[in-house]
């Protein structure tokens, strides 16, 4: 049963002059079975709409998360003896102006299901959680108080269909509303619009539905009504007009043709407004709606997706109904902030996984432009496809699908229809697909595990390799679209190799886009932090407050078994909306301008618009040119129109012959918004690019610097090395174990060699086929035993200055038999540089590929000021480098870290030319160089400290500064749920050689300055 009592399916249509919301304050009762009866005693306040495992009425319950599985054995239809029960009860009275009409209640949003009793009658029962359902009470509501009362069922039949990779929680979570329409009314209202060949010509069919008394008795409509539409453009023009008797089925169509008439557009959202007006037979206006819309019309063409005629690129986010407070609640500000967010991050698409979003999040992605795919509340992914190969259940199938249609047809901001999510394939996919393409004709299907069946009309792979996705649009046998349903797994630090995906859908016609997963970590608020103890001196316990970060209830943290941790956590923004770092990359890939620098000597650039309708004269272009990370030179980019598709070149009007060649310079582009728009201010940027330039002078070779003279002095079990003020210590078991500068000590803990890092959620995936934690575990990478001793040097210097002091490190496990040799050669010269090479070799050849290979130390507690030139100012990968600028970057060191649900791997800078960690007034400190670059991690939480806690606020922060300095690290992927890391984002186990450099810093040196001359004893130091 889908439910009995409510009216069939249509548009909302409750908002007009008599509506009562009934939304506030409730009495609530929880009983822990169905059957159970509640005392006056056990009802306390709700308000309405909430989950009521997050409230203190219904917190007896318990919220739960998990993915795949259910939280019960599996064995449709039947559920739990165990079943919460929610009894809400209130009171309302109907307006003396209602009580010639109609009355009806309608509840937006109800989970699992519920039966609705007024009065001591029950009116009815309602399925389908995200969908809404009407009743007419009109002939159980009496003068005075009438007594309302519903009862939810945390779980029933339908809790098989709506296992959506989400929270389960329970309730009201939509609004209910009361209102009243004439015993004759406007029942459903449908706007359809085709374009014509010539695109600007469109078709336009509006049905305007009648209904008459109860819809139990369903009468013919009374005699002399008749029926008024009009279209109105934005400036309240009329653009079309009608009017007309129904016929015999009840209906009055208007047809009409529109010449030229402004279409709608994710960039350009330009709505009309339909108003429909119902006349009795004595010429008064009874009922009305009024409603916006867009004109616009989709298709799939030459194996594309088109829309008003033009190829669309969905630059897309899958999107739950989340809020960290209310769980299922989301408030009107929330979406809109959703939206905000998106559209300043460059993307145009939402698919609302996994079920049909609250209307008002149409309503507002018709407003502020977003193509939508409008999915079904259809998962049963603990069975797969037992339910949807099971005729029993073709009514549950179909019914949501018809149910989601009728609601939401009006919508233009939906581009698709999507027949659910992970229900496997069976007949009943069959058969609301061909129910879809005769409702609804005017738009395409799409369902992931339909694969290549012809029931749908675009090809909806998920987590696809970049290989899988080339085959898919090279396929000569299918000519359908390809838009990824879900790819890029966004689960903690990670979306790798965006640059990648986009560089092959911008490649393929065929290939339309996709929808990463997803928009926001689903973690729910925890309200009180725990504490931790610890035992004082005289082993007395006391209570210490943590001092991590803010942190995020996911899957196991309420007690809930069984549960899938923290795979809820997979957002590009945290669950208060804050991006994450990953945001960066996507706004960059999802760019709709490009730009490609031609010739970077005579500037010649080539711009691409990527719009599908509007042209670049709404943003304003410049360029800049920097010289080690210092302006130089800019300009205005002056373009004459340059059409949605097209691509012209223009010339820049820089310089190069100026150019000092022991620097690094860089071109950057940038488009902005001119004026302000509904989403975002004047002067936002939209896209930018970043290209090197390299000037055509002479390279600079690399001398021995000249300076102080290098004492050396060897003792058992260190060689101290000496340049004037500074104090170098190599302890022969370890390596760089002292930098003492003016007599502060700068390192607090030796440096020595390491090959891993913190994992990260796709590091230790139990979903995704790389799984390379198991593999690390496998080759005992988390049980290397480090030995160190002097291998050679330390003698003093040779007549040319020279002073190597070679350690050798061996890092092994006994049980697999690896072992990863480290040689480091450090030496001082005369301008106080400390060089360090390490040669690495592993043995055997072939094992796993390493997290990372570089030297972990500590730097002294005053250590707080990281200032570095590379690519930022947020952490970088080498699979998440766009969207990033190169230049000068300086931050609190504090301020690096970002607290993912589980602490990981987090804050490192790849592709580092130099670094300076110092104090906060940069007087003293270490400046670190690369050769050419390095990577870097500096923190105040270590890597044991966060593989230890599973949430921020359990992690315990170090005064002193873990400091990573990388020759090599392992790229993010999407391993959690997708492809690993690409082959050129590894590093694997062979034999590796890199160098990089310490310098003291003092007052205000200039880095570029001090290493002008490059590394000692290899090429000129890069960009310097």
């Known amino acids: 049963m889908t439910g009995w009592g409510r009216l069939p399916a249509s548009i909302p249509l409750e908002h007009s002059d008599f509506h009562l919301s009934l939304d506030g304050k409730w009495r609530f009762a929880l009983t822990q079975t169905a059957d159970a009866t509640p005392s006056e005693a056990d009802f306390n306040p709700i308000v309405v709409p909430a989950n009521w495992q997050l409230t203190d009425a219904g917190n007896a319950d318990i919220p739960i998360y998990t993915n795949v599985q259910y939280p019960w054995p599996a064995d449709p239809p039947n559920v739990p003896d165990s079943n919460p029960t929610g009894h809400y009860r209130r009171t309302f009275e109907i ?92 029942a459903d209202v449908s706007i359809r619009t ?71 557009f994710a960039e350009d959202p330009y709505l009309h407004t339909l108003d429909v007006q119902l006349i009795n037979p004595d010429g008064r206006l009874t009922h009305c709606h009024v409603e916006r819309f867009g004109v616009r019309s989709v298709k799939v063409a030459g194996g594309r997706l088109v829309v008003n005629g033009r190829p669309v690129e969905i630059r897309g986010v899958n999107r739950h109904d989340h809020d960290p407070e209310t769980g299922k609640v989301v408030s009107e500000d929330s979406m809109i902030r959703d939206i905000e967010l998106m559209k300043q991050h460059n993307i145009n698409a939402v698919r609302t996984a996994h079920y049909p979003n609250d209307h008002r999040f149409l309503e ?66 069959d058969i609301a697909s061909s129910w879809l393409r005769d409702r609804d004709p005017s738009r395409p299907i799409h369902y992931h595990p339909a694969g290549r069946r012809p029931s749908v009309d675009i090809l909806g792979p998920m987590y696809p390799s970049l290989a899988e996705l080339a085959a898919l649009a090279d396929d000569p046998r299918d000519d359908r679209p390809v838009v990824m349903c879900e790819y890029a797994h966004s689960m903690g630090n990670s ?99 490009g730009f490609v620098l031609a010739d970077p000597m005579t500037g010649k650039l080539r711009i691409t618009n990527r719009q599908q309708w509007i042209d670049l004269s709404i943003y304003d272009l410049s360029w800049y040119l920097e010289s ?147 593999r690390w575990t496998d080759a005992g990478y988390d049980r290397l035993v480090r030995h160190a001793t002097l291998l050679s040097g330390g003698e003093g210097g040779d007549e040319t200055g020279h002073n190597p002091v070679c350690v050798r490190t061996e890092m092994s496990c006994r049980d697999t038999g690896v072992v990863f040799r480290f040689d480091t050669t450090y030496e001082l010269h005369a301008n106080a540089m400390l060089t360090v090479e390490t040669v690495f070799r592993p043995h055997p050849l072939g094992v ?47 301020d690096d870290f970002v607290p993912y649900s589980i602490p990981q791997e987090s804050g490192h800078h790849t592709e580092v030319r130099w670094a300076v960690l110092a104090d906060n007034d940069r007087r003293n400190g270490l400046l670190i160089a690369g050769d050419p670059t390095f990577g870097l991690n500096a923190s105040h939480y270590t890597v044991e400290a966060l593989e230890a806690a599973t949430h921020p606020h359990e992690l315990q922060s170090i005064d002193e500064v873990e400091v990573h300095i990388d020759g090599a690290h392992r790229g993010l992927g999407n391993g959690s749920c997708g492809p690993g890391v690409l082959d050129r984002y590894d590093v694997p186990a062979s034999p590796t050689r890199w160098r990089w450099a310490l310098v003291p810093l003092a007052g205000d040196n200039v880095p570029w300055q001090i290493l002008s001359k490059g590394i000692p004893g290899a090429p000129p130091f890069p960009g310097f």
């Open 628 to 774: 080690a990370g210092r302006r130089v030179q800019s300009g205005a980019i002056e373009l004459d129109l340059v059409r949605a598709g097209s691509t012209v070149e223009v010339q820049l009007g820089y310089s190069t012959t100026t150019l000092n060649s022991l620097n690094e310079h860089q071109l950057t582009v940038a488009a902005v918004r001119r004026n302000r728009t509904r989403w975002a201010p004047a002067g936002h940027e939209i896209a930018f690019d970043q290209f090197q330039i390299h000037s055509q002078t002479r390279r600079r070779p690399a001398i021995t610097p000249v300076g102080s003279p290098i004492e050396v002095e060897r003792g058992d079990v260190a060689t101290v090395l000496k340049c004037a003020e500074v104090t170098i210590t190599i302890a022969h078991d370890s390596g760089l174990a002292g930098f003492e500068v003016d007599g502060t000590e700068l390192v607090s803990a030796p440096f020595v060699p390491t090959v891993m890092r913190a994992q990260t959620d796709n590091d230790r995936a139990i979903f995704g086929p790389e799984q390379i934690g198991r």
């Open 194 to 264: 085709d374009l014509r060949s010539d695109n600007t010509t469109c078709d336009a069919t509006i049905r305007v539905s009648l209904g008459s008394g109860a819809p139990a008795i369903a009468p013919g409509l009374p005699d002399g009504y008749r029926v008024r539409i009009r279209v109105v453009d934005a400036a309240n023009n009329e653009l079309a007009a009608a009017e007309g008797t129904p016929g015999p089925d009840n209906s009055v169509i208007m047809r009409h043709t529109f010449n030229d008439i402004r279409l709608w």
């Open 495 to 593: 979306t790798g190799n965006l640059h990648e995906y986009w560089n092959l859908v911008r490649s393929s016609p065929r290939l339309a886009g996709g929808f990463v997963w997803d928009w926001a970590d689903q973690g729910l608020q925890l309200s009180h932090r725990p504490q931790q103890h610890r035992e004082t001196v005289s082993g007395q316990p006391e209570t210490e407050r943590v001092c991590g970060p803010p942190s995020f209830a996911y899957g196991g943290d309420f007690g809930d078994e069984p549960n899938d941790g923290n795979f809820c956590m997979n957002g590009l923004v945290s669950p208060e909306r804050e991006p994450h770092p990953a945001m960066v990359a996507l706004k960059h890939a999802y760019q709709p301008i």
């Open 848 to 894: 796993a590929p390493l997290a990372r290979l570089g030297h972990v130390g500590r730097l002294a507690s005053h250590i707080e000021l990281l200032e570095f030139f590379g690519p930022g100012p947020h952490e970088t990968y080498p699979d998440r480098v766009i969207g990033s600028r190169v230049g000068l970057h300086r931050l609190r060191i504090d």
């Open 95 to 186: 307006p003396a102006d209602w009580k010639t009409g109609r009355v009806r209640i309608t509840f937006r949003g109800v989970d699992s299901c519920a039966h609705v009793h007024l009065n001591g009658v029950t009116v009815g029962y309602m399925t389908d959680s995200r969908l809404p359902s009407t009743f007419d009470i009109t002939d159980n509501v009496r003068d005075g108080a009438n007594d309302l009362g519903v009862t939810v069922y945390r779980w029933s039949a339908g809790s098989y269909l709506e296992d959506q990779d989400h929270w389960w929680l329970s309730g009201i979570h939509r609004s209910v509303e009361l209102w009243s329409v004439p015993e004759t009314h406007i």
């Open 364 to 429: 507002l992605c018709d407003l502020y432009g977003m193509y939508v795919f409008g999915e079904a509340n259809l998962e049963s992914h603990g069975v797969w496809d037992r339910l949807a190969r099971d005729p029993s259940w073709e009514h549950q199938f179909v019914h949501r699908v018809q149910r989601m249609v009728e609601r939401d047809k009006n919508r233009a901001c939906i581009i698709a229809w999507s027949l659910g999510n992970e229900c496997g394939y069976g007949i009943n996919f």
